[in-house]
């Protein structure tokens, strides 16, 4: 394998342990060897207020899952025999309403709770707002949002500004993942510089890029930095970078590709 198509993905690793990453296989497919770090670290909060809402749908509009993560908490408060039971009771309820989410993980999460997700092919938080006002009005029942401590205020201000009735409750609590910057160094260290780094969220531009670039040195200019989607590409404009590619939705298949195309051009 040429040393330069090496990629090293700055993400968080699949939930399941049991499954290869798809990001790693796809871009195998394409002939790269792609490394993942995990750049941070979660934590769940405020699970009693969360199950205390998962089972009053009577009080909402519908609900908004905007990450996987948020959908893992709602599988944590559903782990006892006797949740699952009053969650069997209440989940049709919530099927009459509306359950919106962005992106394909997510969709598949909320499928396995026994909802029947909308937006899967929204991909951001722009587009998925689009989706619910032209669905919703002001009269309805507050949205239920559980959501992470860094989340983007694009869906909470586009909606607000819309006067749909709106409910936000933070579940995780984001950080740094703890060896991060070891990590880092030591793929330096061992496989020298990428032929790609790819982002997957602006919190991960945050926490990396100074160091990514550090250990680079003379070398930053020969790198492809590819995206998930638009917003990390901003935050990584932002921070003085050219974006060689972004991904046309967020899925493995499309970064794959374009990191292809980046690379043979």
């Known amino acids: 394998m040429p040393a330069n198509m090496k990629v090293l993905l700055l993400k968080e690793p699949r939930e399941s342990e049991d499954e290869a990453d798809p990001y790693i296989q796809e871009l195998a497919s394409c002939g790269h060897t792609a490394s993942l770090i995990p750049v941070l670290s979660f934590k769940f909060v405020s699970l009693d207020e969360l199950s205390e809402r998962l089972f009053e749908p009577e009080r909402f509009g519908g609900l908004i899952f905007t990450s996987p993560r948020a959908v893992e908490a709602v599988k944590t408060c559903l782990d006892s025999q006797k949740q699952r039971r009053k969650w069997d009771a209440v989940k049709d309820k919530w099927n009459e309403k509306s359950v919106y989410v962005v992106g394909k993980a997510t969709t598949s999460l ?18 998925l707002a689009l989706l619910i006002l032209q669905r919703e009005n002001q009269e309805i029942l507050p949205l239920f949002f559980p959501c992470g401590s860094i989340k983007r205020e694009i869906l909470p201000t586009a909606l607000r500004k819309n006067h749909i009735p709106l409910e936000t409750l933070i ?67 932002t921070h003085g970078l050219t974006v060689s590619c972004c991904a046309e939705k967020p899925t493995a298949k499309h970064l794959a590709s374009a990191i292809t195309r980046a690379l043979h051009t």
């Open 110 to 127: 909320v499928v396995d709770l026994g909802l029947n997700p909308l937006g899967e092919d929204t991909g951001t938080a722009d587009a």
């Open 171 to 237: 579940i995780y609590q984001t950080s740094e993942h703890p060896d991060l910057q070891k990590n880092i160094t030591d793929y330096f260290t061992q496989q020298g510089v990428p032929a790609s780094v790819a982002f997957f969220s602006p919190s991960g531009v945050t926490f990396c890029l100074d160091l990514v670039k550090r250990l680079s040195g003379s070398q930053l200019e020969q790198i492809k930095f590819a995206s998930i989607g638009p917003t990390t590409a901003d935050t990584l404009q």
